[in-house]
């Protein structure tokens, strides 16, 4: 089982109320349903002169550079936005740095899909669900974890451009590093 086959992924942030207020770069971690780690998402390079930026209400509004990386080192999906004031669009990438399409804010709770060309393909919540901000312990450590359930026929490009969509939902929707999606609920 890997990201793009499990049903069921685990997406947890770094949790914790020190976390929740100076966080400025991004990074998860992703899991499957049995709790074996399948990625990581970490920025290519620090936010730099951004950082500033970041640890404020306007981290939303900043670029990422997001590199999804397997659990054994190798390079998954690419996941950029620039810049923007408002709805951005972020492009996703596969590990190779072919374009699989891109991601943008569809109402207040989801992502719309549109492959490389520019077709859509629906949004997250047509081929899944995404369930934010449940709380969490791993490895004796608070987690906001997002769970992220696929419908098992779904092809590519869609499959991972919905995951993309879980693993950078906070940027997508404009929130950056700060600003935590979701109502708290306890994890089961």
Do not use: C, Q
Request: aromatic fraction near 6%; glycine fraction near 14%.
């Amino acid at each position: 089982m890997d990201l793009f086959t499990a049903h069921t992924l685990l997406v947890e942030h770094p949790g914790g109320f020190r976390r929740a207020l100076w966080r400025t770069t991004y990074d998860v971690s992703v899991y499957d349903e049995h709790d074996r780690l399948l990625a990581t998402v970490v920025e290519r390079s620090g936010p730099g002169a951004a950082a500033l930026v970041r640890a404020t209400g306007w981290s939303g509004h900043t670029s990422f550079d997001l590199r999804v990386v397997s659990s054994d080192g190798h390079d998954l999906l690419g996941i950029r936005k620039g810049f923007s004031l408002g709805n951005a669009k972020v492009a996703v990438t596969g590990g190779t740095g072919t374009a699989l399409g891109s991601l943008t804010r569809h109402g207040r709770s989801d992502v719309a899909l549109t492959d490389a060309v520019g077709t859509p393909l629906g949004t997250l919540g047509g081929v899944g669900s995404l369930r934010t901000g449940a709380l969490a312990k791993r490895d004796g450590h608070r987690v906001r974890r997002d769970v992220l359930t696929l419908r098992p026929d779904l092809g590519s490009p869609t499959r991972a451009l919905a995951i993309a969509a879980a693993l950078a939902w906070d940027i997508v929707h404009g929130r950056g590093t700060t600003r935590p999606s979701g109502s708290a609920w306890p994890a089961g």
